[in-house]
């Protein structure tokens, strides 16, 4: 079975602060792909980052970064100087490889405040 | 702009009424996903379809039915709405076969079940 676990269901920084943004997640599968999207207040999913388990390789974009740790199954994402516009839910997603489903987890609801 | 389209955006139905979803697709993706998004709960697979013509159940089947209408089109049928069913849908899309495909999603339907 496969599982995403977000164990923080709320975060509250002040801006500039820098945040993590926690996932775990479980799979048997060898080759599998994990994901981050951003749903802000207005709704729509936003894709954030693909990364696939062969790939351990950490990644900036901007403020951003993900920290990819198969040893402890974990696909931490981390906003460096938060922004008020950072304030949205955070979900991490899982696909194993064999499979088109992707599972998410419950998501994070991140408030930046000003 | 390329892209998932849902109709409608918002709806209130009363507990027994019927409607439909409508999603389309104009990426040429084969594989299309329906899935409910409820506080506290992320999203969670409601069906899909790998390709046209097939269409499997996902994690919550129970008081819906699809239909692969053609390669653009993957609508959701409630038959007899209860309040349970009160949620955000999100329709999605992908590409088929074993690798990191990411998904569209649509902006969601907002529907109320009194």
């Known amino acids: 079975a496969q599982k995403v676990t977000q164990a923080q269901t709320e975060i509250s920084v002040v801006e500039k602060e820098d945040v993590t943004l926690d996932c775990v997640y479980e799979t048997r599968d060898t080759t599998y792909y994990l994901f981050w999207y951003k749903q802000p207040p207005s709704g729509e999913l936003v894709f954030l980052i693909r990364r696939n388990s062969f790939d351990e390789q950490n990644e900036i974009s901007g403020r951003y970064s993900w920290n990819f740790q198969k040893s402890t199954s974990s696909f931490n994402f981390t906003i460096t100087a938060s922004q008020v516009v950072d304030s949205a839910v955070y979900f991490c997603a899982l696909k194993g490889g064999a499979t088109n489903k992707l599972i998410f987890g419950t998501g994070t609801l991140l408030a930046v405040q000003p | 702009n390329a892209g998932v389209t849902q109709t409608p955006k918002f709806q209130v139905l009363k507990t027994g009424q019927s409607m439909t979803l409508q999603c389309a697709q104009d990426m040429n993706h084969n594989s299309m996903y329906w899935y409910r998004q409820d506080p506290g709960m992320g999203l969670r697979l409601i069906y899909y379809s790998a390709s046209e013509g097939t269409t499997d159940k996902g994690e919550v089947p129970n008081g819906y039915n699809v239909s692969r209408l053609n390669k653009r089109e993957f609508s959701l049928r409630l038959e007899s709405a209860a309040p349970s069913q009160t949620s955000v849908y999100f329709c999605?899309?992908?590409?088929?076969?074993?690798?990191?495909?990411?998904?569209?999603f649509g902006s969601g339907t907002r529907l109320t079940v009194v």
């Open positions: 999605a899309s992908s590409e088929t076969g074993p690798g990191g495909h990411g998904y569209t």
